[in-house]
């Protein structure tokens, strides 16, 4: 008598002959780990944001501040735990540290969904970010003791609104448009919701007031220019090698705008095209791709600068406002392949930097076309001395807006058609 196998089973034998042991292996896995995260209910979806936190902009109106034209201020600054090497912190952390030159008393509230203890956090912030002077406190055990406060994102605009003591002016520094990190759905509509919440707007770039005046029909109420770490990330001398060779990617795997899988199929392309060319990967460490790749781990500045020295081109991917990695690969002499995007394309006008279609195909064909280009050295040492706009600039017209507004004086931003006017 014929047994007949279950279906499964026969159709895992017929896995087995067509493709091997290793591809049937990691199908398993696959369906193992599927079963097991619905069993456990670690697919549910979870809120960066408390429930209670949750505000709309009909329930957010404040009676407008008294000004304090008078004695220096203290200003509080919400933002997420921060993990080293974060972008958006250091540049969010800039702003704090030149309102402590200026002599303003700044304190960080930290903003933990899972938890109101903070001081875990405070090593990796004055390791990391050692200029900083500000006090750390959890935003969720009250913020009294400030005249302005300063959100760093959507979730941490929810939370001003919601949680700032009467009297405070609130402040909302936009470094992206965070609607566009989500599909249309709840954590759009409330990342959406944040800019009607009644905090004064202060955008960096003007890409996004742009797209807040397109997607809203209402501009940030101030911008302020887009710098660059030049003291940091400049041409060295000695130079760290005798030759540049190689490419490089910042991987950020979790964070989808950065195009974490169209930066993996294009250095597997570039690869096939120059194989002789070295793949230099830092931030997120990669495994199990199919080529020859240098993982670099996190990186201080310094060390990151000498890898850009070392380097004739990065690859620099992002769907929404242009990341901090262009500008600096551009200050050290090392030319950026950027993704052909509307909403980073009119930031960054430099000659230097190499824009392609947003495929694989596209962005491999033009990192090749920039590592086989002679003349390599003159050209890196001919990018890097062109003059670039340093965070100083940004820094101190961020530092006027916020001393100027909570004075109750408007304030013209330089270079820009928009006047920081009393919000």
Known sequence: MTTRLPATTRLA???????GWRALARTVAAKA???????????????????????DSRSSLRNSPEPK??????????????APGSGGHTTFFRMVEEMEQRGHHCTLFLYDTNDDEVRRHEDTIHSHWPALRAGVRSATQGMEGVDAIVASSWPTAHVAARRAPAGVR????????EPYFYPRGF?????????????????????????????????????????????????????????????VYYAKKKVDRRGYLLAKLTLE????????????????????????????????PTDL???????????????????????????????????????????LTDPDAVWAPATPAGL??????????????????????????????????????????CAGQPFDVPGSSLRGARP
């Open 170 to 177: 609130l402040f909302y520094f936009i470094q992206d448009y």
């Open 364 to 405: 491999a064909m033009a990192l090749a076309d920039v590592v086989g280009t002679p003349g390599v050295e003159a050209r890196a040492a001919a990018i890097a001395g062109r003059k670039r706009l340093d965070w100083a600039d940004s820094r101190q017209t961020f530092a006027q807006l916020i001393e100027s507004w």
């Open 269 to 300: 392309r570039f690869h096939s095209l120059r194989p002789e060319q070295e793949i230099h990967i830092y931030g997120d460490t990669v495994t199990g791709w199919p080529i020859p790749v240098t993982n670099h781990g996190n990186l201080s």
């Open 187 to 247: 954590l759009y509509a409330l990342a959406e919701e944040s800019y009607r919440l009644g905090l004064t707007t202060i955008a960096l770039g003007p890409m996004i007031s742009d797209v807040m005046r397109n997607e809203l029909g209402q501009p940030a109420q101030a911008v302020i220019p887009y710098g660059t770490d030049t003291a940091t990330y400049r041409l060295l001398s000695p130079a760290p090698a005798a030759t540049r060779t190689g490419v």
């Open 69 to 82: 034209t008078a004695g220096s201020l203290n200003v509080g600054w919400i933002c997420t735990p921060p």
């Open 305 to 347: 600068n000498v890898l850009y020295n070392q380097t004739i081109a990065g690859l620099a991917i992002s769907f929404t406002n242009i990341s901090l990695v262009p500008d600096e690969l551009l200050s050290a002499g090392c030319v950026p392949v950027l993704n052909e995007a509307a909403f980073a394309s009119g930031l």
């Open 33 to 55: 780990a599927t079963v097991a995260t619905d069993r456990w209910n670690l697919t549910e979806p979870t809120l960066p944001l408390r429930e209670e936190d949750i505000m």
């Open 13 to 19: 034998a017929d896995r087995l002959r067509r493709d």
